[in-house]
């Protein structure tokens, strides 16, 4: 009589390799670990989201009001109120100001006083200009020949429209993504599907390395060299504008641009271009009208996250863009962008103020617009990807 | 050399038992943190015991700091606005007391190669808020003006806006950079452009003779008409502190800032000093 059958331990392992016997604890605790580093990514890009947009909610919800309209008072008719006002008036609350003693409060009044004189004598002081009636659409101010897009936050009246600043960043992009898209998927095709292997091994890593320069030099480069070269070649107005800042840009993109593009074309089977040139087709007609199309979700992908970066890159801009906020689409002109305009005025407002708010508003928008493009673009490479899956 | 060392040894045993021991904190413009760097640096050297710590940030970052009492001086390129002056009661009790520390002159540039000398103040307004759009206006060639501009952050900038535009807004067309530097590089490089910085700045540009209007003399932004304040765009720097903590240490440094030896650091980082009623 044979022992009952018992499976020899080296099958064993092999078939509960196939079954999926359950992890060792060592394995579930770094998978876990890996979830929860995956997870704790997506629980902080919201929880930026929340802090930055809940700095700008008083203005999103129109509760904030930065009119400067003040009535005149001397301290005696202010001291002559009822308490509740003159606490009111020294921006305390009831209770401290009770407890304030009187020569602290007189002090507050005369201060008071003295502010009231300086405001300006304007039509406007009493415009809540933080209310999206005034951060979307023009405005006839006093002085101004007509109704106007108007950013100045530093000034009697604070005026922010912020039209021009999205034109603004949307025309420095639109320029870098003209420049660099061409450039970075040409050279993509090139590498991918027509250079000699030895070429590629020396363009693939150069071009990526541009990603290496930081933008801070970069913008040093457009600022004293581009400027004045495209300037000179040009002759235009002013050395500064959307040209010159979207070249830049373009340069910091392109290597983001090439490396995805190229990956993609990369990734399309070899059986492709080998049918399409027994097919009879040159290496550049099977690289263009097969392996192109084939690759076209995921050349899209690279133009997005091109346009993602772009849009969101502060110093290039800050430094080569002129800085002045114009609503024009003419790219010779100076453009003052978002992120530029963020990384500007931060240091100097008032903590918790109206342009504080203001440009923590901005950063919002600005998160919302990336987040629309980006789901946008998923949402077409998804129906690309669909159709070319349909044909094939 | 050695009489020198000796000397200076001598000051410091004097001096030793008189001063103590201390920190003091300055926090505020960043047109003063190089000067305030240098007054801190030469003023350590002399006492050592005292140690004195100068960071930027900008004017409002050090009322802000003043209010909180993070530092014991403000430093500020603009006089004190009065909601600040409210905050600061609400924690002292009194008024920040304020010194003027220096002196400061803007001047407006423009190419070398202008042909134009001088410039009256209503013009400037004329110009900066973009009624005034081309050369031929002032009498220079038939050329569209490139305005400079500073960052509004700067109290370069808000001092020029208060003072020359009569707070009128700037025209949109400006173009605005990070400090007096780029302005200058900028408007050095290019035929049709003005802008505007500190007088003590600028090799490379022509700094115009200014009018307080059409019909006074032009005058230039030398250190002489800027002390006698005949030049129109001077300012003055300020040190604001806690009444109470101006005893001790803090008031022996004010002083000494104000002193004719601080006053001479002041010309070394390319301001100008006080004029003499204002010294202590």
């Excluded at chain 2, 004017?59 to 409210?86: C, F, H, W, Y």
Aim: with cysteine; aromatic share 10%.
């Amino acid at each position: 009589m044979t022992p009952p059958d018992t499976t020899p331990p080296a099958a064993f392992e092999w078939r509960s390799i196939q079954r999926g016997r359950r992890l060792r604890p060592l394995e579930w605790l770094v998978e876990r670990g890996i979830f929860a580093v995956s997870l704790s990514a997506i629980v902080m890009v919201f929880l930026i989201f929340l802090f930055v947009a809940r700095e700008a909610l008083p203005i999103l919800f129109g509760r904030m009001d930065s009119s400067v309209a003040q009535e005149q008072m001397t301290v005696e008719e202010m001291k002559a109120l009822p308490e509740a006002e003159q606490a009111r008036l020294v921006d305390m609350s009831l209770r401290d100001f009770r407890e304030e003693d009187p020569e602290t409060i007189e002090l507050l009044l005369e201060v008071k006083a003295e502010e009231m004189q300086t405001i300006p004598d304007d039509p406007d002081i009493g415009a809540n200009t933080v209310s999206w009636r005034y951060l979307v659409f023009p405005h006839q101010w006093t002085g101004y020949d007509q109704p106007e897009y108007i950013w100045q936050p530093v000034s009697q009246i604070h005026k922010y429209n912020i039209v021009p600043l999205f034109i603004g960043s949307l025309k420095a992009t639109l320029v870098a993504l003209l420049f660099a898209v061409p450039f970075s998927l040409g050279a993509a095709i090139y590498v991918s599907q027509l250079a000699a292997p030895r070429t590629r091994e020396l363009l693939k890593p150069v071009i990526e390395m541009l990603a290496g320069i930081p933008s801070v030099v970069l913008g040093f480069f457009a600022l004293i060299v581009m400027a004045s070269v495209l300037q000179d070649f040009f002759g235009y107005q002013s050395r500064l504008n959307a040209l010159v800042a979207g070249l830049a840009l373009g340069i910091a993109i392109i290597p983001v641009v090439f490396s995805i593009a190229e990956d993609a074309l990369t990734s399309v089977p070899r059986s492709y271009t080998q049918a399409a040139l027994a097919l009879g087709s040159s290496k550049w007609q099977a690289a263009w009208r097969v392996v192109l199309p084939a690759a076209i979700p995921g050349v899209f992908a690279a133009v997005v996250l091109g346009f993602g970066r772009a849009i969101g890159e502060t110093m290039i801009v800050l430094m080569a863009s002129g800085n002045a906020s114009i609503l024009s689409w003419d790219p010779l002109d100076s453009v003052r962008t978002v992120t530029a305009t963020i990384a500007a005025e931060l240091a100097e407002t008032v903590f918790g103020g109206h342009h504080y708010r203001m440009l923590f508003l901005l950063g919002t928008l600005l998160f919302a617009v990336t987040f629309v493009a980006n789901l946008v673009a998923d949402v077409v490479i998804h129906r690309l990807k669909k159709r070319l899956e349909g044909l094939a | 050399m050695k009489y020198q060392k000796l000397l200076t040894l001598a000051a410091v045993l004097v001096a030793a038992p008189f001063a103590q021991a201390g920190q003091i904190t300055v926090k505020g413009s960043d047109t003063m943190v190089i000067l305030g760097q240098k007054w801190a640096e030469v003023y350590m050297k002399k006492f050592p015991q005292t140690k004195v710590q100068v960071t930027g940030g900008g004017s409002g970052t050090g009322m802000a700091a003043l209010q909180n009492q993070t530092t014991d001086l403000a430093n500020s390129s603009r006089p004190i606005k009065p909601k600040e002056v409210a905050e600061c009661i609400k924690v002292f009790k009194k008024r920040p007391t304020e010194y003027k520390v220096a002196m400061d002159g803007l001047s407006v540039f423009v190419h070398e190669s202008n042909p134009i000398t001088e410039i009256s103040l209503p013009q400037l307004e004329q110009i900066f808020t973009g009624r005034i759009t081309n050369w031929k206006q002032l009498g220079g060639k038939d050329e569209p003006i490139t305005l400079y501009s500073r960052e509004n952050s700067s109290g370069t900038y808000e001092f020029f806006k208060e003072h020359v535009l009569q707070g009128k807004d700037f025209a949109a067309a400006a173009q605005t950079l990070q400090g007096t530097a780029s302005v200058i590089q900028s408007v050095a490089k290019e035929p049709k452009s003005i802008g505007y910085g500190g007088a003590a700045y600028g090799a490379g540009v022509k700094h115009l003779k200014v009018k307080k209007d059409d019909n006074s003399p032009a005058i230039e932004p030398e250190e002489k008409n800027i002390l006698d304040q005949s030049y129109p765009i001077s300012r003055y720097l300020f040190i604001y502190v806690n009444p109470a903590l101006d005893k001790d240490e803090v008031a022996a440094y004010l002083k000494w800032i104000r002193s004719d030896e601080g006053q001479a650091v002041v010309k070394d980082v390319g301001y100008f000093p006080l004029p003499p009623q204002w010294r202590s």
